[in-house]
């Protein structure tokens, strides 16, 4: 078991290494010129010279790929192009509208995900089975910007109940519940579909397993059997799968603050790409990919620890 | 699993099953309209679209000139939904069959060389995992490379590790292996053999799981669109018109949620249909 986790552990830090890299040779190495391309068809030949100097593309590959490893090695992410500040102070102050937006979708999502998979997957081929699996799959289906903006339709513009943006929040101060109801909403239905078809079919698996069919027999209230025998069957093979969701929740924070004009790190991001900050670009989606690398290797560590057999490493 | 004699009794009573057929199709016959309407309006939209030239009056509401008014920058609005479909049908096919076209041999070809190449290239690819699709097309658009070309090898690229994985996995399935081995030992040439005759058993759940990643594909375009990380802003296509318009969602929502509708219908009718066929398989 220990051995099984150093060498996972290993796995993700080599990941860790391989991600910087990809970030690296997404944003310099590939044909094209930053430079130019921050400045605009505007831009006189000194100001591109001075900002390759400045972002130090006039220098070889490898040389750079070193300087900025190093910088990443030491938590210094370089300085943002718009606002002179440093990449990870920028990001602290909006690190906590995100987490708390992931953390109130995760709350919701898998309490529901677990309800839901759970009643399906007890009258499977039912009505309501059918009727669970094909509404959260078209939710699932539906680009987060489309869906978002016909729920900001129907319940701010026509029933007027929940406000339709959060602009004009800074950071944790002037939020309110209100405005995170249709977000949260959002990143919960575009991930419930897997997470509550993977739980359907442990639990169909489990319903119809010998042991708990036996347990039936016995005469146990079907209560218990449901609660601790048949729940835990579907709910064991969904970490591994709840870890997958995290990818979509990233996508979907992304699409989701900008959308809600939420001051956390996706429309820091949005907003950094759209005005071509690179150094801050390149902060975020280190931070992106890592969250994944790590929520990835928990998932594996806790499925391992729930069955040890689940994990071929 | 079960033993003989322990068989589970049904779980859900025949009259149950028998509504449950009902709703299926029911859900079938909703999916066929859904993508019907999107799909129509992709291909034959253009044909019929009056002109989107610039330059009308900015969020005109619906009449004879402009039959369902016009957008922010005074572009015919029923022009944008006829003519807007085209990219994404287009685009959402032409990538998803370059990462299969790619994918399909390197799985095959991983799937034939054993346990070493296999650990490697599997290793390779899980890290392009640990990057999130739309953080990839973002990124390249921050650096400049926003033309189509780019998008669609973006969004091909990352299907290749779910495509591989796919494709390494049925070829290994043990029907396909037991066939294949007679083979090897009359005598054919491996490629023949892994390559040629395993893509030809591969091939039919490879496309059924291409079926699956369309709405995936869709739904990552036109974010990508929508946040002004895709096409180039004066392209007629859905999700840039969303894009360009939220300005106008209090004047005038049906400029934004018409187009944002026909995108939902696409996404939502292809994943109720392909849930259909996918039990219908099983």
């Known amino acids: 078991m220990t051995t099984r986790a150093g060498v996972r552990i290993g796995i993700a830090l080599l990941q860790l290494v391989a991600v910087s890299v990809g970030v690296f040779v997404l944003t310099t190495f590939l044909p094209g010129d930053t430079a130019e391309v921050v400045l605009g068809p505007l831009a006189t030949v000194d100001q591109i010279d001075t900002l390759r100097a400045q972002l130090g593309l006039d220098r070889p590959v490898r040389e750079r790929f070193l300087?900025?490893?190093?910088?990443?090695?030491?938590?210094?992410?370089?300085?943002?192009?718009?606002?002179?500040?440093?990449?990870?102070?920028?990001?602290?102050?909006?690190?906590?509208?995100?987490?708390?937006?992931?953390?109130?979708?995760?709350?919701?999502?898998?309490?529901?995900?677990?309800?839901?998979?759970?009643?399906?997957?007890?009258?499977?081929?039912?009505?309501?089975?059918?009727?669970?699996?094909?509404?959260?799959?078209?939710?699932?289906?539906?680009?987060?910007?489309?869906?978002?903006?016909?729920?900001?339709?129907?319940?701010?513009?026509?029933?007027?109940?929940?406000?339709?943006?959060?602009?004009?929040?800074?950071?944790?101060?002037?939020?309110t519940v209100a405005m995170l109801v249709l977000p949260v909403a959002i990143l919960v239905s575009n991930q419930l579909s897997r997470l509550a078809r993977q739980v359907r079919i442990g639990v169909v698996e489990t319903d119809t397993a010998e042991h708990v069919v036996h347990?039936?027999?016995?005469?146990?209230?079907?209560?218990?059997?449901?609660?601790?025998?048949?729940?835990?069957?579907?709910?064991?093979?969904?970490?591994?799968?709840?870890?997958?969701t995290v990818d979509g929740l990233l996508g979907g924070v992304i699409v989701v603050e900008a959308l809600f004009a939420l001051p956390g790190i996706g429309s820091g991001f949005v907003q950094a790409v759209q005005t071509r900050d690179l150094p801050v670009v390149q902060g975020y989606a280190l931070l992106f990919a890592l969250t994944t690398v790590v929520v990835n290797l928990v998932a594996d560590l806790v499925s391992a620890k729930l069955v040890p057999q689940a994990v071929r490493l | 699993m079960t033993a003989l004699g322990t068989q589970a009794p049904p779980v859900v009573p025949r009259r149950a099953r028998r509504r449950g057929t009902v709703t299926r199709r029911t859900l079938r016959a909703l999916g066929i309209v859904l993508l019907a309407i999107p799909l129509l309006a992709a291909v034959v939209g253009p044909f019929l679209a009056p002109s989107t030239a610039a330059g009308g009056i900015p969020l005109q509401g619906p009449g004879s000139e402009h039959l369902l008014g016009t957008a922010v920058l005074g572009r015919d609005l029923l022009g944008l939904l006829l003519r807007g479909g085209t990219t994404v049908v287009t685009?959402?096919?032409?990538?998803?069959?370059?990462?299969?076209?790619?994918?399909?041999?390197?799985?095959?070809?991983?799937?034939?060389?054993?346990?070493?190449?296999?650990?490697i290239t599997i290793g390779l690819l899980d890290v392009l995992l640990a990057l999130p699709s739309l953080l990839v097309l973002m990124v390249l658009a921050a650096t400049g490379r926003r033309s189509v070309v780019w998008l669609v090898l973006a969004v091909a690229f990352v299907q290749l590790p779910h495509v591989v994985r796919l494709v390494r996995g049925a070829a290994a399935a043990p029907a396909c292996v037991a066939a294949l081995e007679t083979m090897t030992m009359t005598g054919e040439p491996w490629w023949r053999v892994r390559i040629v005759e395993t893509g030809r058993r591969v091939l039919p759940p490879t496309i059924v799981d291409a079926t699956t990643r369309v709405s995936g594909v869709v739904g990552l375009l036109s974010s990508a669109n929508f946040l002004g990380a895709g096409l180039d802003p004066l392209v007629v296509d859905w999700a840039v018109v969303v894009d360009q318009n939220m300005t106008a969602l209090f004047l005038r929502p049906s400029v934004v949620l018409l187009p944002a509708g026909l995108l939902v219908a696409l996404c939502a009718g292809t994943n109720l249909l392909v849930d259909d066929l996918l039990e219908r398989r099983s």
Do not use: K
């Open chain 1, 215 to 244: 347990l039936r027999r016995l005469g146990l209230a079907e209560r218990t059997v449901v609660l601790r025998h048949v729940l835990p069957g579907g709910v064991v093979p969904s970490v591994q799968q709840f870890a997958r």
């Open chain 1, 67 to 175: 300087d900025w490893a190093g910088g990443l090695l030491h938590g210094d992410l370089g300085t943002s192009l718009a606002t002179g500040r440093p990449v990870v102070d920028d990001m602290g102050d909006r690190l906590s509208v995100t987490v708390l937006l992931a953390v109130l979708a995760v709350v919701v999502l898998v309490p529901l995900a677990v309800a839901l998979g759970c009643y399906g997957g007890r009258r499977p081929g039912s009505p309501a089975d059918r009727i669970i699996t094909a509404t959260s799959t078209v939710a699932q289906a539906v680009p987060d910007f489309a869906l978002g903006l016909l729920l900001v339709a129907l319940f701010a513009l026509q029933l007027g109940w929940l406000p339709a943006t959060a602009a004009g929040t800074v950071g944790l101060t002037g939020l």
């Open chain 2, 91 to 119: 685009l959402t096919a032409a990538a998803l069959l370059l990462a299969y076209l790619v994918a399909m041999p390197i799985g095959l070809v991983v799937a034939a060389r054993g346990r070493i190449v296999e650990t």
